[in-house]
């Protein structure tokens, strides 16, 4: 893997940026996105420049802002403001248990990242809709213990069976609700992005994904902190 | 309605938006958004000053850019440049007969947007997913011989069962692929929005979406057109 100098994490909540703003020792850039709910932290690592924008609370509400229009917005301003030459996009998803996925596993992204409930049935709007974003392999970084999965996107936390078909038509493993849009941005810009996404549910485990999110967001987040520390450490030098 | 002068168009699809770019002598803003599909036109109506913001082509396939990550970036664009008193989110959409919608039929955003895509079922996130982010209210406008509607966006083009059902829990009317998209980055920067859609397909035909879309562009733009054109003209003082 190149020698990346400047890396930029886009995270979607708070709750599974800040272990990682504590590990890392990342300090607040209040001058980020005046008047608007992102927000963002920055740092060094040894010889790399580190950043890392959350998508911040939705105003009305107080609830920190899920899904792809935050993810869009978020990661526009972290090109804009930080010019990164990578994109990590770090959070918790749900897996497939008869895929041999546990709660807490840590995978990183393979292939590309799709959107599985966009379906525009024209030739061409089909593909497109879908996405197929490249992410950049990262298969070298197994050996630091992680699975790897094809990432996939929607703005919705349970699966009913239209999405179901989608996301086992499309191959995909890991079911969250951001990196398809953080994707597509980076790819407007050029900028190579990969994933990396702590286990909090299994889709397939018959109990609602809500409430497994619940019980094992911590444990997700811890490990998504550790796992992300090693990638830092692994790509510096 | 208050007396606004710098209006910005947010439209999506390039074949939406050129009848309106001749009818108002639009010209293009060559400076807008570097290196990114988005594009602008802007000119004057009398007293206001416009502005008209699409999505653009996908750098990839060469095919406008459609659904709620495309407008999301476009009306942060068109906020960041223009600086609107107010948005004007047009487009086409389909609409149920049986609620007595007609193919060409124009209507107005009537209440709030609302996602009918995203379902998060935890508390306050279950309301922040499906947005209702408010829309001015131009009822006066009806007047110039509009229907008004309550306006779901989706990322899809067909509408499976359970679409539908949410469609028809949270009163959806007129069915499109970006204005809540739109409504959510203008309720961030507090630019008061309404949309203007004109129905190229009605969803409970039992014809294809994406075949009635086909043959009613035509009709349903040259009637946006009609219909924006109308409304300038009656805020221009």
């Not at 740092?43 to 911040?56: A, D």
């Not at 879908?130 to 996107?153: E, N, Q, R």
């Not at 992005?193 to 967001?217: R, W, Y």
Request: charged share 20%; aromatic share 8%.
């Amino acid at each position: 893997m190149k020698n990346y100098t400047n890396i930029c994490l886009v995270i979607a909540m708070r709750a599974e940026a800040q272990p990682l703003i504590d590990a890392l020792q990342l300090v607040e850039d209040s001058s980020f996105c005046p008047g608007l709910p992102m927000r963002a932290w920055t740092g060094e690592y040894r010889n790399i420049q580190l950043s890392l924008v959350i998508n911040g609370k939705d105003p009305e509400t107080g609830l920190d802002l899920i899904g792809t229009q935050a993810a869009t917005l978020a990661t526009q301003f972290a090109i804009d403001k930080f010019d990164p030459q990578l994109i990590v996009n770090a959070g918790t998803a749900g897996a497939f248990g008869e895929n041999g996925a546990k709660i807490g596993d840590v995978f990183l992204s393979r292939d590309h990242v799709v959107f599985h409930d966009r379906r525009v049935p024209i030739a061409g709007w089909d593909k497109q809709s879908i996405g197929y974003f490249p992410v950049l392999d990262v298969s070298d970084l197994t050996s630091l213990g992680f699975k790897m999965g094809v990432v996939t996107t929607g703005n919705s936390l349970d699966m009913p069976e239209h999405d179901e078909e989608n996301i086992r038509k499309i191959g995909g493993e890991i079911k969250e609700m951001e990196a398809a849009a953080v994707a597509w941005v980076a790819r407007l810009h050029q900028v190579p992005l990969f994933c990396v996404k702590a286990v909090t549910d299994l889709m397939d485990s018959g109990i609602p994904t809500h409430e497994e999110f619940d019980q094992n967001l911590k444990l997700a987040t811890e490990n998504l902190q550790k796992g992300v520390t090693k990638i830092i450490d692994f790509l510096a030098t």
